[in-house]
């Protein structure tokens, strides 16, 4: 398994990609919007701790699963068994932003303060993104030039948020420290998990 927590700095999140998550699209945010993001992304790059791991399996892609060396199955519904057809081989992966950005975010909704609020949400799902993105980078150098299929997760293209359950057992529990609820959210919640062959 390889784990590891990052350095804010190699994930590249600039308030240009928070705009576009935000839906700005070519438009250009009040002079309020931008000050505020801005700051807020500063202060948060000097304290959040990113963090991914992935796994590699030996393994097979039958109907609507995918078996795996030492017996692990993935339910992933037809739709996502399809994109993986005719891989060989796994990568179980999970990113996070980090549990002190899930206290963050919680301690503003507590002061009931909605712009920020809703700027923090947006940096928190970019930080995920982007941790996502340098674990599928660190991953392409394990493979040394094998092809890959795009990241899949639970909860999209039939595959049931359910299947959390199997997917984290098989990565040893709690990867990166991220904890599954009774109904399989996340905690933290600006956490992403999936399978790529």
Known sequence: MYDCEL????????????????????????????????????????WVTPRCTFSLFSGQVDFDSVSLEGGGVLSVGETIAFLLKGSERFALFSATAGMAF???????????????????????????????????CLLEKELQGERHTNRLSPGYCGWHLTGQKALFRLMGGNPCGIGLSEVCLMTPIKSISGIIG
């Open 7 to 46: 350095d804010f700095g190699l994930l590249s999140l600039t308030t240009a990609d928070l705009f576009a998550e935000m839906g700005y699209g070519s438009m250009v945010p009040e002079e309020q919007i931008t000050v505020l993001t801005t700051s807020m992304l500063e202060d948060i790059s000097s």
């Open 102 to 136: 899930q206290t963050y975010l919680e301690s503003l909704k507590a002061e009931d303060d909605i712009l920020k609020s809703f700027i923090a949400d947006m940096i928190g799902t970019c930080i995920a993104e982007k941790t996502g993105e340098y674990m599928e």
